[in-house]
């Protein structure tokens, strides 16, 4: 009996370090798998629980029971705790999953700046717009040009005084950067038949930069041929795309002027809407406003596109779109177009 009893306070010194031990290893666990592990030190086959346990029918008869209970409270302690363990590591964890994936409503939104139009493209948008409001189709040409479309074609052979070579770039002997969006007539009358109304816009390119040029700028070229066109339909077709473009009270004025591919032609000016006429330094003085040139197609073109001169006449003309977008927004430098200053681009 005596033996018996140090045997008991021996098994219950062991059961209570094992419990402490325990408590300790689990109070540090803080993930599934550490979890695991000290199930299988202190539950495993191996741990001092199981081995306890199983020896119990070796011991003798009054030991049994006593042995048995212990032991039996060490593991619904020791389960009891691993469960409520594991269940606290899995609220925990759904908890950093939570976190994760919510979205702060109350948080200021990120500030997507959009990018806008240049307003050149604006500009020949609008100029579109109304030419098609006319029934005229839009057309495009190469920027790279030979020497036939941009000059030959166009009724300035080689020795021919507009041709200013210092003007234009050239690429290689017969190639240039086209100087005007001109050639583009001749190309679409070689591929189409009259009745032709067309706009083109695009970039030309001139050896040519200070205040008011620039090496790069854009033209919206005008072409019509048919039967029985005449200076009237060229007036007022202009007339119509002034006062849709500035305004009703804009007065449009001709005069005369020189191109090698229109014969007559003119040059257009608008009355300045700065001095309403008056004269200013904007429009030095004059009240008028160059935006165009224009003119009848001069019936030579017809030869190199195999049109009948007898039977169809044309009229054409072309416009500074950087002219005509200074004018319309108050824009008084040529070089804003092409900085891409966005407090300027933005404005539009
Ligand atoms: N191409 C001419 C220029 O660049 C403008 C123009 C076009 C004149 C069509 C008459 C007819 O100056």
Redesign the pocket.
């Known amino acids: 009996m005596e033996q018996n009893n140090i045997k008991t306070e021996e098994l219950e010194k062991n059961i209570s370090a094992e419990l402490k031990s325990f408590k300790s290893d689990l109070a540090k666990a803080d993930s599934f798998s550490s979890l695991e592990n000290i199930r299988t030190k202190y539950l495993g086959k191996k741990s001092y629980l199981s081995v306890m346990q199983k020896s119990i029918g070796t011991l003798p008869n009054d030991l049994k029971p006593i042995v048995g209970k212990n032991t039996n409270l060490l593991r619904q302690n020791i389960e009891g705790s691993l469960e409520e363990k594991e269940k606290n590591l899995k609220a925990s964890e759904i908890d950093r999953e939570m976190r994760k994936e919510s979205v702060d409503l109350s948080l200021p939104g990120r500030l997507i700046s959009s990018g806008t139009k240049n307003i050149l493209s604006k500009v020949v948008e609008d100029i579109e717009e109304i030419f098609i409001g006319m029934g005229f189709e839009i057309a495009e040409g190469p920027e790279i040009e030979t020497d036939y479309y941009n000059f030959e074609a166009l009724n300035t052979p080689e020795d021919h005084p507009a041709r200013s070579l210092h003007d234009t770039m050239f690429v290689s002997d017969h190639v240039l950067l086209r100087?005007?969006?001109?050639p583009v007539?001749i190309r679409y009358m070689e591929e189409n038949e009259p009745p032709i109304a067309i706009i083109v816009p695009g970039r030309?390119y001139r050896k040519d930069y200070d205040i008011s040029h620039t090496p790069m700028f854009t033209?919206v070229?005008?072409l019509v041929v048919d039967e029985n066109i005449n200076f009237g339909n060229l007036k007022w077709t202009l007339e119509t795309f002034v006062r849709e473009m500035f305004g009703k009270d804009r007065m449009v004025r001709f005069r005369p002027h020189y191109?090698p591919?229109?014969e007559p032609?003119a040059e257009v000016d608008i009355s300045c809407n700065i001095c309403d006429g008056k004269g200013c330094r904007v429009c030095s003085g004059t009240g008028w406003l160059e935006i165009?040139?224009?003119?009848i197609v001069d019936p030579k073109l017809y030869s190199f596109v195999k049109y009948d001169p007898e039977r169809f006449t044309g009229f054409?003309?072309?416009m500074g779109v950087e002219r005509i977008s200074m004018l319309k927004y108050g824009i008084n430098d040529l070089r804003l177009f092409f900085e891409n200053d966005l407090r300027f681009v933005k404005q539009f």
């Open positions: 100087t005007q969006t001109s007539q030309v033209q070229e005008g191109f591919f229109t032609s165009l040139g224009a003119g054409a003309f072309g």
